[in-house]
Nanobody, 124 residues
Framework: QVQLVESGGGLVQAGGSLRLSCAASGRTVSTYVMGWFRQAPGKEREFVAS????????GYAESVKGRFTISRDNAQNTMYLQMNSLKPEDTAVYYC?????????????????WGQGTQVTVSA
């Protein structure tokens, strides 16, 4: 089992940047495919990005491609999401998640463990 804690959220103006972190404890994070999801008010939780166990493969939602970068540091048991060129529509609670899978995963049901989320608010 693994516990996940997100940090790095906040309020930023459109066009700005934020870096989210997801710290894992318990079982070593290199065992898991990791991912970021987000949920805006009144909307369903949606996939943002995923990264393979060794970091060699990544996947992104079309809405964030070219603006967001997912990475991981298995030695530090930490995953990151660098968010650039932020837009008001990126406003949401961002969740990190861990999946006992071999390859990057894009579906909510693929993931076994979830963090509590961190709020990202982008002002126009």
């Amino acid at each position: 089992q693994v516990q996940l804690v997100e940090s790095g959220g906040g309020l930023v103006q459109a066009g700005g940047s934020l870096r989210l972190s997801c710290a894992a404890s318990g079982r070593t994070v290199s065992t898991y495919v990791m991912g970021w999801f987000r949920q805006a008010p009144g909307k369903e939780r949606e996939f943002v990005a995923s990264i393979s166990r060794n970091g060699g493969s990544t996947g992104y939602a079309e809405s964030v491609k070219g603006r967001f970068t997912i990475s991981r540091d298995n030695a530090q048991n930490t995953m990151y999401l660098q968010m650039n060129s932020l837009k008001p529509e990126d406003t949401a609670v961002y969740y990190c998640a861990a999946a006992l899978r071999l390859y990057v995963a894009v579906r909510l049901e693929d993931y076994d463990y979830w963090g509590q989320g961190t709020q990202v608010t982008v002002s126009a």
